[in-house]
Structure formats: structure tokens, C-alpha cells
């Protein structure tokens, strides 16, 4: 059985780095475990933003940071199973339905658009001022957006419906 696909904006790397406070850390790491463990993966975008704030945080000489990076790269990302490593070129051709790419910052619109390409099943934020609205609940096609805060606690627990 496949697992779900999640698109994560930048919080990952700035909880695991320890930007956000150990707690958010120590949630960011139980998040990781859980989804290797459940068989789910993520889908990031090589080349961009996100992936150079991926680097930024494996050469951080921080001991915990180091520990939460290792965590992240070798369980996570070099693993094809748990991750989908996509190119930038990739992405040009995604069809985004009409009206969501202007609801966002510019340079959030390649998470929406990773979305898509990847048939993701959650897109988690923590950006609800801009993803917010962003739905399909809200007529928006085949589109969930999560708060980190509200869907990390209930990941992998029989509470979690996603």
C-alpha cells in the first residue's frame, strides 16, 4: 500500500535546526520517525529554497542540529522511498487550477505547484494567512492544507483521518 505524499514548507528545517525552540525541534523529529515508520514520504524541490535551507542545516556544526540533520538526510532524503526529489525544470508545466498561484507569495508558489505535480495528499504550513483559504473545502480541487501545530500532534495517532 502506498503511503501519502506531504508537501512541507520551510518550518521542518527551521525546527529542526532548532530556530523555532528544542519542543518544536523534538516535534519536527517525532514527525520524521513516525512517517518513515507509517510508510508516508515527502516531496521537496531540489534547487530551490527549500533545498538550500536543507543544506544550510547539514552543515551546521550545532551538536542537536547535526543529530536532527542526520535524522532528516539519511532517513528521509536519501531514501527514494521517503522522498521525491524533484527538479525545478519539472515543474514548469504543472497545471495549478486557475486562481490559487496569486493567493500566495511568489516565492511560495513552487510548494503549490510541487503539490500538484506530485499528487500530494497535505500540504503542511505554517503560513495559514496565506494557505489558509487555500482548501478544497473552500472550492478548491483536490487541495488540503494543514497548520503544522494542528496536524503534527494528531500524525499516526487513530485520531489522524488524513
Known sequence: MAGKIFI?????????SGDNGNEKRAEAETFLEKMVAICDRIAILLG???AGKMYQLMRSSDVDTRRSS?????KVILNSLKCDQIQVQELDLVQVPKGILQQVPRSDRYLLKLYYHCKADVLITT??????????DNGLPNLN??????????????IDKE
Do not use: Q
Open 145 to 158: 492544507v494543514k497548520e503544522r501545530d494542528g496536524f503534527l500532534p494528531t500524525y499516526g495517532t487513530p
Open 8 to 16: 512541507l514548507d520551510e518550518w521542518i528545517l527551521h525546527d529542526l
Open 48 to 50: 530551490g529554497i527549500w
Open 70 to 74: 542526520k535524522l532528516l538526510f539519511g
Open 127 to 136: 503560513d495559514m494567512r496565506h494557505f489558509g483559504s487555500l482548501n478544497s
